[in-house]
């Protein structure tokens, strides 16, 4: 169910309705000391959020499909040296 943004065109009033989309808009302003008519705003919709696993298709790749590309993944990455490249070393100054 939506929430519907309406304003009162007496006093000016915003508020917020959580209603269903069958229910018809409402025509008072809930104020106590106002007895205006409101309009109900158009809004711009809230976004879509996808979370969580399941909406890509990759999502749904075999066992084997992942595994293959595990491996793929792991053979195409630059084999690391066993020791670290030592820094040059520094130019000596000239005695004089």
Do not use: I
Request: with cysteine.
């Amino acid at each position: 169910m939506p929430n519907y943004d309406y304003v009162c065109e007496t006093c000016g009033h915003r508020f917020e309705v959580f209603q269903s989309m069958n229910d018809a808009k409402l025509q008072d302003c809930p104020q106590e000391s106002c007895d205006g008519k409101v309009k109900r705003l158009l809004g711009a919709g809230a976004g879509l959020l996808f979370k969580g696993a399941g909406f890509y298709q990759t999502d749904y790749r075999s066992s084997s499909y992942q595994a293959g590309a595990k491996s793929d993944s792991a053979a195409s990455k630059p084999a690391e040296t066993s020791a670290p490249a030592a820094p040059a070393a520094a130019p000596a100054k000239a005695a004089e």
